[in-house]
């Protein structure tokens, strides 16, 4: 609902790598529903993806302006990678650790609820309306944009032949090879 209220373009991947059915023995095939209606109202602004979808690839795409997710560290690096703010919505484990390093320390995103005092309750519409609208068409979140994008530039910079990443790897490699 929120982000049908943002009015923002989105794509909503619902697969649930982290399903503790799985393990349960519970249904993999069940099919999450949403509220009567809600497919067919953002269908010219959203695209919902049931399956399996390459995160990387779509980060990398130049249209994405943010990325909602639980701050798993992986999804985390992706981010900083692709130059793409994040809207941090931790969930447990590093997830709090995580948000804070991007949206605290990096400054290049917004946290959904603060971990520490709201974790247990319910996350309204409004409040997802109105982190999407600020990441997404505000000044803050202008701000927020260019600083994950150069972010992501000097990381990816860094990685590449005679970047720092690359140039501490080969050290590293050619020490113990020795």
């Given at each position: 609902?929120?982000?049908?209220l943002?009015k923002?373009k989105f794509?909503?991947?619902?697969?649930d790598p982290?399903?503790?059915?799985?393990?349960?023995?519970?249904d993999?095939?069940r099919?999450?529903e949403?509220?009567?209606?809600?497919e067919?109202r953002v269908?010219?602004?959203?695209?919902?993806?049931?399956?399996?979808?390459?995160q990387t690839?779509?980060?990398a795409?130049?249209?994405?302006?943010?990325?909602?997710?639980?701050?798993?560290?992986t999804?985390?690096?992706?981010?900083?990678?692709?130059?793409v703010p994040?809207?941090?919505?931790?969930?447990?484990?590093?997830h709090?650790?995580?948000?804070f390093?991007?949206?605290?320390m990096?400054?290049?995103g917004?946290?959904?609820?603060?971990?520490?005092?709201?974790?247990?309750?319910?996350?309204t519409?409004?409040?997802?309306?109105?982190?999407?609208r600020?990441?997404?068409?505000s000044?803050e979140?202008d701000?927020i944009?260019?600083?994950a994008k150069?972010?992501?530039?000097?990381?990816?910079?860094s990685?590449?032949k005679g970047?720092?990443?690359?140039?501490?790897l080969?050290?590293?490699?050619?020490?113990?090879?020795r």
């Amino acid at each position: 609902m929120g982000l049908e209220l943002s009015k923002q373009k989105f794509i909503w991947l619902m697969n649930d790598p982290d399903n503790g059915e799985i393990y349960l023995g519970g249904d993999l095939n069940r099919k999450f529903e949403f509220h009567a209606g809600f497919e067919e109202r953002v269908n010219e602004v959203g695209l919902l993806v049931r399956d399996w979808a390459p995160q990387t690839e779509i980060l990398a795409h130049s249209s994405i302006g943010g990325f909602l997710c639980a701050c798993d560290w992986t999804s985390c690096v992706e981010t900083i990678t692709m130059g793409v703010p994040i809207i941090a919505w931790p969930t447990h484990s590093d997830h709090p650790k995580n948000g804070f390093l991007l949206t605290e320390m990096l400054k290049i995103g917004l946290v959904i609820r603060e971990w520490d005092k709201k974790r247990d309750e319910v996350v309204t519409a409004s409040t997802i309306d109105n982190v999407v609208r600020k990441l997404m068409a505000s000044e803050e979140g202008d701000e927020i944009r260019k600083r994950a994008k150069e972010f992501g530039e000097a990381v990816r910079k860094s990685t590449e032949k005679g970047g720092a990443s690359q140039m501490e790897l080969d050290y590293f490699i050619a020490h113990i090879t020795r």
